[in-house]
């Protein structure tokens, strides 16, 4: 599906950032799970399954009506512990990509081959040079397999140099090489790495401190992968993309940015109990329930629930990441109600205790 993307001044967006960054490093807002509408027994049931069910949980945030309303580290993991996001790295660079576009420095249909002229094979073919940005977001560049970097070649020439097989935008094939040439991209327009580049506008605004992003040996930011942040800057980032792309009164990513990159763009399957194959958007996977993420190795996950306006931030080290988006739906979901509940505190205090107690599996 091809939408128009509407885009936000640049003077908006900067003036957004730069109001957002005095309300900086401020943590979420705490509340009981029954002031949300959530049940303190339901969650504690999801963390008791999640616990015996996933080999390891690490980290798990509950965030409800803008407020954090459960939160547990399986030991050694802390609130402190900054954890590599492997390709939930993706989201955030399509995030620079949905700045960079809005600051007028490219636009969705830009051939990608316009940015690399030095790198272009000598002669490219039709596939390769219709490919645009567009594509890219979607992992649908038009390549039948990954293609594979080494450190003897510029990353930037052996993708160029990969045989693009099907015309771009018609084929879905996941390509994490493709999200590092959206942030060769970002730094190319902009002068900055996608890190660089997204301090000032995202993670000052949202107080995520400290983020690090490994880089190529060409001085570019993985962009697919190599971010680490905490997990409540994880929630913070699905909170975001729940307010469409709106923090503390300020508009962070256009809106029409936020709506394309997290709806449906590209087919991927048709397996309804997968939650691989409810479609792609811009480096956001969409989910079962209604529901859109981004997602890494091992167990990484920012879940975002529009229809129960909550986000779900996890990290883990677990080789099924389908068994714990499951544990999700099947113990977690069922605990969200439209109103707000009777106080609990016994049963706030049993969560607690359970979570007090939580220590990550080998």
């Known amino acids: ?77 802390t609130p402190e512990t900054s954890h590599v996001m492997y390709s939930l790295s993706k989201s955030f660079t399509s995030t620079a990509v949905g700045m960079a576009i809005a600051d007028g420095k490219l636009s969705l249909d830009d051939e990608v081959l316009k ?7 000598a002669d490219p073919s039709k596939n390769l040079r219709s490919m645009r940005v567009r594509d890219l977001l979607t992992m649908s560049s038009g390549h039948q397999v990954e293609v594979k970097l080494t450190s003897e070649k510029s990353w930037i020439e052996t993708f160029l140099a990969h045989p693009v097989e099907h015309k771009p935008g018609t084929h879905f ?30 993670f000052t605004p949202l ?17 697919g992968w190599g971010l680490s942040i905490r997990t409540e ?34 087919s991927n399957g048709s397996n309804p109990q997968s ?29 975002v629930l529009p ?3 909550a986000v779900v931030a996890i990290t883990a080290n677990t080789g099924d990441m389908q068994a714990e988006l499951n544990v999700v739906w099947d113990a977690l979901l069922p605990a969200f ?17 359970a979570c007090d107690k939580l220590t990550a599996s080998q």
Request: charged share 20%.
């Open 1 to 77: 599906m091809r939408t128009n993307l509407v885009t936000v001044t640049s003077a908006s967006l900067v003036l957004g950032f730069l109001l957002s960054s005095l309300n900086a490093g401020e943590p979420l807002q705490r509340s009981t799970p029954e002031a949300q509408g959530v049940s303190s027994a339901g969650i504690l049931a999801y963390i008791e399954a999640a616990n015996s069910k996933v080999k390891s949980m690490h980290s798990f945030m509950l965030v409800r009506h803008g407020h954090v309303i459960a939160e547990a580290w399986w030991k050694p993991q």
């Open 233 to 266: 800057d994880l929630a913070k980032f699905g909170q975001l993309y729940l307010q469409k792309g709106q923090w503390k009164g300020t508009q962070l990513i256009p809106s029409s940015y936020v709506e394309i990159a997290t709806s449906r763009q590209m």
């Open 207 to 223: 107080g995520i401190d400290n983020p690090t992003w490994e880089s190529s040996p060409e001085g570019v930011n993985f962009g």
């Open 307 to 309: 229809d129960q306006d």
């Open 337 to 353: 109600q439209a109103t707000a509940l009777p106080e609990n505190a016994a049963g706030v205090g049993r969560l607690k205790e």
């Open 115 to 121: 940015f690399f002229p030095d790198k272009a094979p």
């Open 173 to 202: 094939q996941y390509n994490t090489p493709g999200t590092y040439m959206l942030s060769a991209i970002v730094q190319k327009v902009t002068g900055q790495t996608v890190l660089e580049y997204l301090t000032p506008r995202l």
């Open 275 to 303: 939650d691989w194959d409810q479609g792609y958007g811009f480096q956001f996977w969409r989910c079962r329930h209604g529901a859109f993420r981004g997602d890494g190795k091992d167990g990484q996950f920012c879940i």
